[in-house]
């Protein structure tokens, strides 16, 4: 099998990139759906309000023409003339309009849920481009949409065909009846082919709204670069990641060797380990290693204890055994405690630094160690 180079888009969309997409306003959906939908709560908006409707539109236009007889055009008539009938026009449309509002906003939130995607109506210059628009005019996407709308107009002209091929006959009677007989029947006409279309366009519109979360799936599919590139921002570059390592290392090293000079004794190996041991009676139940290091860190620990007078002792078992076992920062284990003490003892002895000599004094002179066991 042929090496992805990573051009061609073969791993499914992620959830970035979907959720990203979201905020752009690029969501699968289908207005042929929606448009069906819209359709179909028209159809019984007009079935169950249709009669009130009907009485307001009779409303107002008889209150148009009752009116054109004694209609004087000045301003204050022709102003209360336009506000009364803005007002029936509005009484009489507000409930199928308010329906048609309230079934497009559902529909919509039913493909694509709640949606706020201000970034959609940014004004984009290559949305503007001529050249890019021109091959978007000429796309395959726009030929497929071609091709979609003109299987629509063929499948909603057969629909309207067979709804209508044995009631012809009714269309040419209503010529004949009074006008009110003929809207009953032009209605009732309407009807039916509105009821079937609106079954083709459900049909149509949920095949659509099918073919476009497939494209829209399509559409996003990541090549293995781009997957490679979204892991890496999310889980950061391999460099930045060492050199961050490298910059905490150290600070922890920084830190470690500015506790130093405040310890009690540097225990060595001689040479290849060095450990710092602090302890304050105030508050430490036991030794603490503040510092610890091998081969040249350990070096520079014993010059750092010698330029501030910590006193150095040879244990090298004990050096080895503290610098394998314990942390920077943990306290010494029971199993080392009595070497240790015994080393805290002698150190107390020699230790002349001025603060550890004030240090001790507090407590009474050196501090006496419990030693585990005992």
Do not use: C
Not at 86 to 114: D, Y
Not at 211 to 227: C, I, K, N, P, S
């Amino acid at each position: 099998m042929a090496q992805d180079t990573g051009g061609e888009k073969s791993l499914p969309a992620s959830q970035y990139k979907i959720q990203k997409a979201r905020e752009e306003g690029n969501v699968a959906k289908s207005q042929d759906l929606t448009a069906g939908w819209s359709l179909m709560m028209a159809l019984a908006g007009v079935w169950y309000l249709g009669p009130a409707v009907f009485e307001s539109l009779l409303d107002a236009t008889h209150y148009y023409f009752s009116n054109l007889s004694n209609f004087d055009l000045t301003p204050s008539t022709f102003a209360n003339f336009s506000v009364v009938s803005i007002w029936l026009t509005a009484k009489a449309a507000a409930p199928l309009v308010l329906l048609l509002l309230v079934a497009g906003v559902t529909m919509n939130v039913i493909q694509v849920g709640f949606l706020y995607a201000p970034k959609s109506i940014v004004p984009k210059l290559s949305r503007v481009n001529p050249i890019s628009g021109f091959q978007r005019f000429f796309s395959a996407r726009t030929a497929a949409e071609l091709v979609k709308s003109i299987l629509k107009l063929v499948l909603v002209s057969v629909v309207v065909y067979w709804a209508l091929r044995n009631r012809w006959d009714d269309v040419l009677l209503a010529s004949y009846l009074t006008p009110l007989g003929a809207s009953i029947v032009m209605t009732e006409l309407v009807l039916v082919v509105w009821f079937r279309v609106v079954l083709a366009m459900l049909v149509l519109g949920i095949l659509d709204y099918g073919f476009q979360r497939w494209q829209y799936g399509r559409d996003l599919m990541m090549t293995v670069q781009e997957a490679k590139e979204e892991a890496k921002q999310f889980e950061g570059d391999p460099r930045i990641k060492q050199r961050v390592r490298q910059i905490q290392r150290q600070m922890a090293m920084k830190r470690m060797m500015s506790e130093v000079p405040a310890a009690d004794v540097i225990i060595t190996n001689p040479v290849r380990f060095a450990v710092a041991l602090r302890y304050d009676p105030s508050n430490m139940q036991a030794p603490v290693v503040v510092a610890k290091g091998a081969r040249l860190l350990a070096k520079r620990i014993r010059e750092i204890a010698e330029e501030h007078g910590v006193p150095i002792v040879e244990k090298p078992e004990l050096a080895r055994a503290l610098f394998k076992n314990i942390e920077v920062g943990h306290s010494v284990p029971d199993n080392l405690f009595r070497a240790v003490a015994e080393v805290l003892a002698f150190v107390y002895k020699i230790d002349q630094r001025h603060e550890k000599i004030q240090e001790r004094a507090a407590f009474g002179g050196a501090p006496h160690l419990a030693v585990a066991g005992n």
